[in-house]
């Protein structure tokens, strides 16, 4: 699809075109960008699901140092590529990430910030994936310590080398170092600390990263503009005197200056001012020189003005009469924008009009709407979050913005070395000195972002990775609840759902005390946002409302007169100088509500606004007598603002015409308090989170410590070792305890009873076995003694052999007899356990030893190289338990062919394992119940209490024993010991 563009027609919106975003393939564009990220992260979910974790390294340490190298190495570059893509992301784009202007972000910037949440995404999975593959290694820490510090060491060289160096990589070890902790102790998914401190990890990384990138993307975009302030051009100003000129040609006022003999160019130069050099014009001096002839030029003294003129700017005089409506740009300082122009004045022969338009010293603004400004021409609207200067010999020549600049360039002299620009700070601004020519500098400032604009990115950051982490949470449990009940789906509810999530009572108090906090701030934040909006509303509502009354008063001051609205060649000079008393666009409109009159109409003869009176003012004043009337919102293409209107009346009430002042102003103004507001309050809201979740964290804490404390009791009740708990409170958490106390008092009386029971019937049991085994040699014995008296009586001459032979036989039936009371008494009395601490090899290697060079099997032991393999126990009796095991094995082994017996020696950081397996014939499934039993046995000799000496010596160890067995395959046992840490037991 990204090869090939298919389908077309998707891939010719503007999220695949170049215009938002462009860079190098396959990122080609935005949208390419989103399916690419996708992408990565469906492959990415798909093996973390599917992989399962094994141990790579197959017990050799070497290769598991080299694997645990190769990981580590991956996530450095996942770690570079994420970070350039979103470099790239920031600088080449036009889409606006800065979020503390969070109004204007576009879908475009939503887009964004959801790859940049995928990216991360997927590089947390690859990082859960590759450190459960880490986590098989079973490194000791102090392996792991090394190997962390190593990895830091190199990779901190490498960046210092490179001058590239930077504290993130610092805090991805830190996220590294909680997934390990957290995989470690066998958690399917991270708690709620450890997520929300993950949370805190990315969203500082993403923010500050943010704030770097748009830093970087300002400065480059600074130099553009200072560029663009060397340019002598004015692109507007020349489209704009087009339509000036042909006005200014037929202007009645104009002509008849030329025609009349009482000629005062200063009156005439102020009129034309005020009419047709305002709005965007505002922001030049213009001079007006008319000129009749050539042959006046030498003897009006009005005409030394053109004089000076022509010699100042350097045109070839001939080609200046020569002209005729014409624009000519001087040579001149660089940045300073001037022109003169040549207007012909229609109906008089050789009559013209010389203007010498350049730029004022200092320039605070215009009224002139942004919406006209719309292009690439339009630097003036580039410029509002800007103050610049124009220097030429160290003087001040032009300067515009918020920024006091000095007269002379004092605090910016500097020798320029290799480079035509830097930037340094001062007086909370940062300056990029541009040198536009030998002797001239071009000064661009910006304000710097103080500290809380910084922390309301990190804010919005922040929230922006809270909803991404909540919502890829519930599609997750959504995704395995659908997959575990597809086939009930049709049955199932919410609560089944929600039940399915498996939260922790805990988490749940967590949740449901963020949940209620922040449901209370999204709550008053909007009752605080509502009033804002509604104060900044009638705040504008009063602003306009002064204006429309000021010029109002003016207008019935000067232009009303015997009750008639006076319309004469004065009218546009004084309708200009309303407009500038009172700061703002005007438009009156007639009794009928036809305009008569605007400081902008452009927008009317452009047609972008109606000629006529919007009706519902009209109405309204007309109809039901309103003095005034404030519009709700206006539309100008894009641009939204309010309009005031106002009646002109006369003595008699009636209704002379209307005024109208747009406040074209009211967009912009409400956006940008409005996204002071919200960064002001997002910094607040977003202390109160952390706080609230750490409050959550300590009082669910408090909360379920007492539950989990109980839970540990009742998993390690066992019969006659059990210890009551002691609670002070008298809560429910007390009744609690007390019930537990009761129940395990309870349980010491049953277990009592019962064992007395059991030990009844096992004594019952075993003297039924120890009847049965004496008498097995006790019949025999009496035989022989029978057959012995009766040839004594008979005087048998065979007497002497007959009793040899029968003396051997009553001895190996006495010793029989001895056996079965040994092993009997061995059982009864175990011998008192001296535990030690003991490497538990090199029992298993006296083991291996003692049996290694019987017949009937291949003895084999196989260890792990773990460092830790020491135990607590009787040394002896688990010596006898393994012998017992093994000789099992033995006795179990088929007769027609050669077994194995295998014993593995593995570990953990806790314990270490064993198992004994072999091939021998294996245990009945109706005999594993009874293996462990002191009478079981399973073969034709011996009491059947070697099995039940082996469990109890394992237990007396502190471990346990288990067994898998397959009839007619083999048996393989089980034992886990826990290991001594650093000597304590």
């Not at 470690?184 to 805190?200: A, C």
């Not at 602003?543 to 060649?569: G, H, K, S």
Request: charged share 20%; with cysteine; proline share 3%.
């Amino acid at each position: 699809m990204l090869e090939f563009s298919i389908p077309g027609e998707f891939y010719r919106t503007k999220l695949f075109g170049p215009t938002i975003y462009a860079s190098a393939y396959p990122n080609n564009s935005l949208g390419d960008l989103l399916l690419n990220s996708l992408l990565a992260f469906g492959i990415t979910w798909y093996f973390t699901r599917k992989l399962q974790p094994t141990d790579l390294s197959y017990g050799k340490k070497p290769i598991a140092y080299a694997v645990t190298a190769f990981g580590l190495f991956a996530v450095y570059k996942l770690c570079v590529l994420q970070y350039s893509i979103f470099e790239g992301l920031i600088i080449n784009s036009r889409i606006e990430f800065d979020l503390s202007k969070v109004l204007d972000l576009t879908s475009y910037s939503i887009v964004g910030l959801a790859i940049v949440g995928l990216i991360i995404y997927t590089f947390f999975l690859i990082c859960f994936l590759i450190v459960r593959f880490f986590v098989q290694f079973n490194f000791t820490e102090k392996e792991k310590l090394s190997i962390f510090l190593i990895a830091l060491g190199i990779i901190t060289i490498y960046l210092i080398i490179r001058q590239s160096f930077t504290v993130y990589y610092l805090l991805i070890a830190l996220f590294i170092i909680i997934l390990e902790r957290s995989i470690r102790s066998g958690k399917p998914v991270l708690d709620f600390p450890e997520r929300t401190l993950v949370l805190l990890i990315f969203s500082t990384i993403v923010a500050s990263s943010l704030n770097n990138f748009l830093a970087e993307k300002e400065k480059e975009n600074r130099k553009l503009l200072a560029l663009k302030l060397e340019d002598p051009n004015d692109p507007i100003a020349e489209f704009l005197f087009t339509d000036i000129r042909k006005k200014i040609k037929t202007d009645p006022v104009v002509v008849n200056y030329f025609l009349s003999d009482n000629k005062n160019r200063l009156l005439l130069n102020e009129r034309l001012q005020k009419i047709y050099f305002g709005g965007y014009f505002s922001r030049y001096e213009v001079n007006t020189f008319p000129l009749i002839d050539t042959v006046r030029l030498q003897k009006d003294n009005e005409a030394s003005g053109i004089k000076l003129l022509i010699k100042d700017s350097g045109i070839d005089s001939a080609q200046l009469f020569r002209s005729s409506d014409t624009l000519f740009q001087p040579k001149g300082i660089p940045g300073i924008q001037r022109y003169i122009a040549v207007v012909s004045v229609n109906g008089i022969k050789n009559a013209k009009l010389f203007f010498d338009i350049h730029s004022k010293l200092a320039e605070h603004g215009s009224r002139f709407p942004q919406l006209l400004l719309e292009g690439n021409i339009n630097v003036n609207k580039e410029l509002e979050n800007y103050s610049y200067a124009l220097y030429n010999n160290g003087k001040l020549l032009t300067n515009k913005g918020t920024y006091s600049y000095r007269v002379n360039n004092a605090e910016f002299k500097t020798n320029f070395k290799s480079e035509d620009s830097y930037f340094f700070n001062l007086k909370g601004y940062n300056h990029l000195i541009y040198k536009a020519g030998k002797n001239t500098e071009i000064v661009v400032s910006r304000k710097n972002n103080n500290f809380f604009t910084d922390l309301a990115i990190f804010s919005y950051v922040l929230g922006f990775a809270i909803i991404y982490a909540s919502l890829i949470f519930f599609f997750r449990g959504v995704f395995n609840f659908t997959v575990t009940n597809y086939d009930q789906l049709s049955t199932l509810n919410p609560k089944q759902f929600l039940t399915s999530l498996n939260l922790l009572f805990k988490t749940r108090i967590q949740l449901s005390m963020i949940i209620a906090v922040m449901a209370s701030i999204v709550v008053i934040g909007w009752v605080t946002l509502s009033n804002v909006r509604a104060q900044y509303k009638d705040q504008q509502t009063r602003l306009i409302i002064e204006r429309i009354n000021l010029a109002n008063v003016n207008f019935n001051a000067q232009l009303i007169q015997n009750d008639t609205l006076v319309i004469n060649d004065e009218f546009p000079m004084k309708f200009a100088s309303f407009a500038e008393v009172s700061s703002s666009d005007v438009n009156l409109y007639g009794p009928d509500g036809h305009l008569i009159r605007s400081t902008q109409p452009k927008l009317f003869d452009r047609g972008l606004v109606s000629e006529y009176i919007n009706p519902k003012p009209f109405y309204d004043i007309d109809e039901n007598g309103f003095t005034e009337y404030i519009t709700e919102e206006e539309q100008l293409g894009k641009l939204n603002y309010i309009s005031a209107y106002a009646p002109i009346l006369n003595s008699r009430n009636k209704i002379l015409g209307y005024i109208n002042i747009p406040y074209f102003e009211n967009e912009q103004d409400y956006k940008t308090k409005i996204s002071s507001f919200l960064s002001s309050i997002i910094n607040v809201y977003s202390f109160v989170f952390l706080a609230i979740g750490i409050i959550a964290f300590v009082f669910a804490n408090s909360i379920t410590a007492p539950l989990a404390m109980l839970l540990q009791n009742f998993k390690t009740t066992q019969i006659g070792k059990n210890t009551p708990i002691e609670w002070e409170s008298n809560d429910e958490i007390g009744a609690m305890v007390q019930e537990y106390n009761n129940m395990i008092s309870a349980l010491e009386l049953s277990a009592h009873k019962l064992a007395m029971s059991e030990r009844e019937n096992a004594w019952k049991e075993m003297a039924k076995q120890i009847a049965h085994e004496i008498k097995n040699p006790l019949t025999p014995l009496r035989l022989g003694i029978q057959h012995l008296e009766r040839s004594w009586r008979d005087k048998d001459p065979n007497f002497d052999q007959k009793f040899e032979k029968f003396s051997k036989s009553f001895i190996q039936q006495i010793d029989s007899l001895s056996f079965i009371a040994s092993e009997f008494s061995s059982f009864a009395k175990m011998p008192e356990t001296r535990n030690e601490v003991f490497d538990v090899k090199e029992i298993l290697e006296q083991t291996v030893n003692i049996f290694k060079e019987t017949d009937s099997a291949d003895v084999t032991f196989r260890s792990w190289n773990y460092t830790n393999t020491n135990v607590y126990a009787d040394k002896d009796q688990l010596l006898r338990s393994f012998n017992n095991l093994v000789k099992n094995a033995l006795q179990a082994m088929p007769t027609n062919e050669k077994g194995i017996i295998m014993i593995d020696l593995t570990g953990s950081e806790n314990e270490v394992s064993i198992t004994i397996s072999d091939t021998g014939s294996g245990i009945a499934d109706e005999m594993r119940e009874k293996v462990f039993t002191p009478n079981f046995t399973t073969k034709s000799s011996g009491m059947g209490i070697g099995l039940a000496f082996v469990k109890n010596s394992i237990e007396n160890a502190g471990g346990m024993i288990r067994f898998n067995s397959v009839s007619g395959v083999g048996t393989t046992f089980y034992i886990n010991l826990p290991v001594v840490k650093n000597g304590h037991i």
